[in-house]
């Protein structure tokens, strides 16, 4: 009996010291173990440079890559044992992540276009209230005329 497979993201970080010209060697020794640990589905994103929140091995900068594959439960502390040793890479997480159904994005789709028509109905009220301002700032009252007339009025006849 075949056992069930997880879904899964590991994150990694190359050291920043390896240069560009030598990731694919880095990259297709990960592949393997990934291969080697019974990963299937292995898609690869690279994120590129990016400097690190505080020094790892007295590194500023590493390259950052996201693998998302799927393997059985028990092949994963084989997998994170082949990772440890690797010396290119700088820290690596791996999490079981939650693949999304059809169901799961149209809901999230509705709860999107909630939140943007809630933010457009405000914004329009705030437009209007800014207008409405606007317009009671330029209006005088009646009582502000008279007393302005009566002063000049005055002015003038002294």
């Known amino acids: 009996m ?13 050291s920043g010291a390896i240069t560009e010209d030598k990731h694919p060697d880095t990259l297709e020794q990960i592949r393997k173990n990934l291969e080697k640990s019974g990963a299937s589905g292995i898609k690869q994103t690279a994120l590129g440079r990016k400097k690190l929140a505080y020094a790892i091995k007295n590194l500023k900068h590493g390259f950052y890559f996201i693998y998302e594959f799927d393997l059985p439960a028990k092949n ?5 044992e ?11 997480l791996i999490t079981k992540k939650k693949l999304k159904t059809a169901e799961d994005i149209n809901q999230e789709n509705k709860i999107k276009e909630g939140r943007i028509k809630a933010q457009l109905k405000k914004e329009a009220e705030e437009v209007a209230e ?7 700032a330029n ?4 009582e502000d005329l008279d007393k302005k007339l009566d002063e000049i009025l005055e002015e003038k006849i002294i």
């Open 2 to 14: 075949q056992e069930q497979l997880q879904h899964y993201e590991l994150m990694l970080i190359v």
């Open 76 to 80: 994963l502390n084989g997998l994170h």
């Open 82 to 92: 082949d990772l440890r040793l690797n010396a290119r890479i700088l820290r690596f």
């Open 130 to 136: 800014e207008k409405k301002a606007a317009r009671d």
């Open 139 to 142: 209006k005088v009252s009646l």
